[in-house]
């Protein structure tokens, strides 16, 4: 099998490469999610003049229609760098999910300075009732002569402070868990009869709980486009955001090693490196190997693109990678001693992040029920 990469590979991956080095450095991260929204807003429009952001998109809606491999790359590129910007929340799964339901006028309307960075949307995925994947949306939204209206409280919008939309799921007809009698709703952020209270994730970028109060939308702000079916294009959006989440954290696994390898090298203890005790080696090798099998399983996930296993073998590796990527930042950390848990140090932040990766959307039991079938 040749995972080498194509001439346009290689130049997204230094593209993406050049961003971290040209932006990131520990103090610049911290200074980031001190922002409003939890990230720069200077590097979200420049991750849209640098086609970052478009890369995902089709090619009409002005995207480069970019593929898995191509996603994979930015995304392990930026989880090493630890960039604190939602392209993962924001772009792989509000964004492409708008890009794939919205109709012609709304396309027109809001695609292109989604595309350039000057407009972001937030997923409001969860009620707060839902659990491990499985199916419950209480929220509802009836019909009326000119519109629709919608009720219900949204406490995980993730990326959604300072967005200007909200993308929510709500029910039409028939009980929290059923699949049918779901429908898909754009609700721009200043619309009447909405109330989000921001809140800071464990990574510490900046969610909303959205409360939606007799809100109404005008006909065109349901998301049919060709009478496709909410809950199947979510699943089939959510399928490469998955992808992604996966490749990031494998990202952040790399770089946490490396900033741990160095310090074992460097570290005295009991008069010697900490890195020459054999105890420590075996355990940084037992970590190596848990990066080289992640890695296979996101190849395997790779090779996979276009066919119908894609879905599994992306489940699969983020079951996987889920699980033992937080396993590994345990390890870092305990090597590091109590600075590990710090904001000193890239170890605490970069464990944070894989915390949020692993849990959202939903946990890595879950993504294992999606690999075996039972959850659909």
């Known amino acids: 099998m040749n995972f080498d990469l194509s001439e346009d590979e290689e130049m997204l991956k230094s593209l993406a490469d050049r961003f971290v080095a ?5 103090d610049s991260r911290r200074a980031f999610l001190a922002e409003p929204s939890g990230f720069s807003s200077r590097n ?9 952001i478009a890369a995902p998109f089709p090619e009409e809606l002005g995207g480069l229609n970019l593929g898995a ?28 999910l708008f890009a794939a339901t919205a109709p012609d006028a709304l396309l027109q309307a809001w695609m292109e300075p989604i595309v350039t960075g000057e ?25 009326t002569s000119d519109g629709w209206r919608l009720n219900g409280f949204k406490p995980f919008c993730i990326a959604g402070g300072g967005a200007d939309g909200y993308l929510v799921p709500a029910r039409i007809s028939g009980a929290p868990q059923d699949r049918e009698g779901v429908a898909l709703f ?14 800071h994730m464990a990574d510490g970028s900046v969610a909303v709980d959205l409360t939606l109060s007799d809100v109404v939308l005008p006909s065109d702000h ?9 809950l199947a294009a979510i699943d089939a959006v959510n399928e490469m955001a998955a992808l992604a989440r996966s490749a990031e954290a494998l990202g952040i696994m790399e770089r946490l090693f490396a900033d741990t390898i160095d310090y074992l090298r460097t570290r ?25 099998q992640s890695r296979a399983l996101l190849n395997l996930a790779l090779v ?14 983020r079951a996987f990678i889920a699980n033992t990527s937080l396993e590994l930042g345990h390890e870092m950390i305990q090597f590091h001693g109590g600075m590990g848990v710090t904001d000193e140090l890239a170890i605490g932040g970069g464990h944070k992040r894989l915390l949020v990766l692993s849990r959202w959307p939903e946990g890595p039991l879950a993504a294992l029920d999606r690999y075996a079938g039972l959850l659909n």
């Open 22 to 26: 040209d932006r990131y450095d520990h």
């Open 44 to 52: 979200w429009q420049l991750m849209g003049e640098l086609g970052l």
């Open 69 to 96: 491999t191509s996603v994979a790359i930015v995304f392990e590129a930026l989880g090493r760098g630890l960039v604190v910007e939602p392209v993962a929340e924001a772009v792989m799964m509000a964004g492409r």
């Open 119 to 143: 407009r972001r949307l937030s997923y409001a995925a969860l009620d707060t009732d839902a659990r491990d994947g499985l199916l419950w949306i209480e929220t509802n939204a009836e019909e």
């Open 186 to 199: 754009l609700v721009p952020v200043d619309t009447a009869g909405t109330i989000a209270r921001e809140w």
């Open 222 to 230: 349901k998301l049919d486009r060709g009478g496709v079916e909410a």
């Open 268 to 292: 005295d203890q009991f008069g010697a490196r900490l890195g020459s005790f054999q105890a420590i080696q075996h355990r940084m090798v037992a970590q190596y190997a848990v990066i080289e």
């Open 304 to 317: 996979s693109s276009g066919s119908s296993e894609f879905g599994k073998a992306v489940y699969g590796a």
